[in-house]
């Protein structure tokens, strides 16, 4: 039987940060609040109130924004 890697891993911001620590949680929010003009949008995933981060989803727009 083979495993099937999620689509995503999803994380609070803080767990983020804690996993990641060349991100800050300050950084990360300004992203988040700007996420409509900066095409951060599609690594945040809403539950409710709680804002939960795509891994994957955040290193490929650091490549992008890399790429330019």
């Known amino acids: 039987m083979t495993e099937t890697k999620p689509k995503y891993e999803l994380l609070t911001i803080r767990q983020f940060v804690e996993k990641h620590r060349a ?3 300050g950084g990360l929010r300004y ?3 700007h996420r ?3 095409g951060f949008a599609p690594c945040v995933k809403r539950m409710g109130r709680k804002i939960l981060l795509d ?3 955040i290193f490929e727009w650091l490549d992008i ?3 330019r």
């Open 65 to 67: 924004q890399n790429a």
């Open 55 to 57: 891994e994957r989803a």
């Open 23 to 25: 991100f800050t949680e």
């Open 36 to 38: 409509k003009t900066n």
């Open 31 to 33: 992203l988040i609040f």
